[in-house]
């Protein structure tokens, strides 16, 4: 008798175990499941071009424990003392708001090396000293610059040219409407072949390119805001725009020597 009832009670119990291992599997499996459904894009990624590219190096970063990385979005600070400096922070309030740091906001000084840059960890307090001022995102590049499908766009300066190109196939596919579709369907674009970015230094004409692959999706890289270019250092960081199975990378690019260019940040 008492076999049977420890019979009777495992049997409930190893099926309740059993449901909510199928539904731990599904929660786990389905996020994935829609990412190839909705084809979510895998991001921009570099091949070394011809002998007289721009060369890409791997960006340096102090990383603190517990804080924010320097991307996806993040604010360039510079002053104009000699040399110029430049801050990299990601979390930073706008006291002009009454918008306060966040929690885990960190800020980092960005220090030329020989072959590109590294992200140097400093306390936030210094990147809000008297001389020290946030660069407006069009003050170096139009506002709109690498945030389309297809894109062409120079800094203000004249030396940089940012345009992104699309070779490959385009379809019009049905889709559920709505955030759950389930409310009507609607027309949606998809696109199929590779996306180009290159970066050009003007003056030079040598160029950088990094290359999306597109398979059946509506969805793609907007580096906008994760260009950063530093024209006193002449250097272009790019915060998140490569990427590495899903995973945000740091590079550095060193622009060659050319004729000195004022630009509103230099001022």
């Not at 731990?24 to 499996?29: R, S, T």
């Not at 424990?65 to 510079?78: E, F």
């Not at 930073?92 to 072959?115: C, F, K, N, Q, Y």
Request: net charge positive.
């Amino acid at each position: 008798m008492i076999r049977s009832a420890s019979r009777s009670v495992s049997r409930p119990v190893n099926r309740l175990l059993s449901r909510l291992l199928r539904l731990l599997c599904l929660a786990v499996g389905l996020p994935v499941a829609l990412g190839h459904a909705q084809g979510l894009p895998e991001g921009f990624r570099w091949a070394p071009g011809p002998a007289n590219a721009l060369a890409l190096s791997a960006l340096e970063i102090e990383q603190q424990p517990g804080r924010l990385q320097p991307w996806p979005s993040t604010s360039l600070l510079y002053n104009g003392a000699q040399p110029p400096a430049y801050w990299i922070t990601a979390g930073m309030g706008v006291a002009r708001l009454g918008i306060d740091d966040h929690p885990l906001a960190t800020a980092w000084r960005v220090e030329a090396t020989a072959s590109g840059a590294r992200l140097v960890h400093v306390p936030m307090a210094d990147v809000k000293a008297p001389d020290v001022r946030v660069v407006q995102h069009s003050e170096l590049l139009p506002m709109t610059c690498a945030s389309g499908f297809t894109d062409d766009c120079t800094s203000i300066d004249g030396v940089l040219r940012i345009h992104t190109t699309f070779e490959g196939k385009k379809r019009t596919r049905t889709v559920g409407g709505g955030f759950y579709g389930t409310e009507g369907t609607i027309q949606q674009d998809v696109y199929t072949g590779t996306r180009t970015l290159t970066i050009t230094h003007q003056p030079t004409g040598r160029s950088l390119q990094l290359t999306e692959r597109l398979r059946d999706t509506p969805a793609y890289t907007a580096p906008q805001t994760a260009i950063r270019y530093l024209p006193s250092l002449r250097r272009v960081l790019l915060l998140g725009v490569v990427k590495d199975r899903g995973m945000p990378l740091g590079y550095c690019v060193v622009l060659p020597e050319a004729t000195a260019h004022t630009t509103a940040a230099q001022r």
